[in-house]
């Protein structure tokens, strides 16, 4: 990748489920090498966030709107359940 990444974590408060998905995305990502920039939001402030500069949304909620970029739901981090697969759909959407 050359560009700077950037990944968009929400959560319902934007604290401590984003924080801990946030976490788990950049550890899990710098095990492939590859480093992004994570920033955090709550799902009723995304709507009115500028989004030109994100390129993907790692979603631990249900998002009502469509937005031009991936989201993808990444509740299995912080489950332990298929994180793996979540990580490949990741890379896969940023790459």
């Known amino acids: 990748m050359k560009?700077?990444?950037v990944i968009l974590v929400v959560c319902g408060s934007g604290i401590a489920t984003s924080t801990a998905?946030?976490?788990?995305?950049?550890k899990k990502l710098a095990e492939h090498g590859i480093y992004v920039e994570i920033r955090q939001t709550n799902v009723f402030a995304l709507?009115?966030?500028d989004l030109?500069?994100?390129s993907l949304i790692a979603s631990t909620c249900r998002l009502e709107n469509n937005y031009s970029i991936p989201v993808v739901n990444v509740v299995p981090l912080l489950t332990g359940i298929n994180e793996d697969k979540v990580i490949e759909e990741i890379i896969k959407k940023l790459l």
């Open 3 to 5: 560009e700077k990444k």
């Open 52 to 54: 030109k500069d994100v």
């Open 21 to 26: 998905a946030a976490q788990e995305i950049k």
């Open 47 to 49: 709507p009115t966030i």
